[in-house]
């Protein structure tokens, strides 16, 4: 079973970055595709980015493509989202999470029910 920890995120000015981490604790971390999503107050959680097991696929939610880059390291068992042009909408719980239940080949989901583990979630603030 895999654990999840997230670091990173935090408060910053609109038009700056951030970069999240979440690092798994299992020794399978590679065998899956890993995912991003982000949950803002009273709104429903939102696919953010995902990236195939090689991390030579990477995929995006239209609000994100352009700004955003999801990568991974599995040598170092770690999941990343570097994010940059940062906007006030983009204020939300962000979580990544790893979808055990994947099709081959590859087509990521974008529902976060289809994704098994979860890290803790962190808090990203982009103030205007």
């Known amino acids: 079973q895999e654990q999840l920890v997230q670091s990173g995120g935090g408060l910053v000015q609109a038009g700056g970055s951030l970069r999240l981490s979440c690092a798994a604790s299992g020794r399978t971390f590679s065998r899956y595709p890993m995912g991003w999503f982000r949950q803002a107050p009273g709104k429903e959680r939102e696919f953010v980015a995902a990236i195939s097991r090689s991390g030579g696929g990477t995929y995006y939610g239209d609000s994100v493509k352009g700004r955003f880059t999801i990568s991974r390291d599995n040598a170092g068992n770690t999941v990343y989202l570097q994010m940059n042009s940062l906007m006030p909408e983009d204020t939300a719980v962000y979580y990544c999470?790893?979808?055990?239940?994947?099709?081959?080949?590859?087509?990521?989901?974008?529902?976060?029910?289809?994704?098994?583990?979860w890290g803790q979630g962190t808090q990203v603030t982009v103030s205007s």
């Open positions: 999470a790893v979808d055990q239940h994947y099709s081959v080949p590859y087509v990521p989901s974008r529902k976060s029910t289809d994704y098994d583990y």
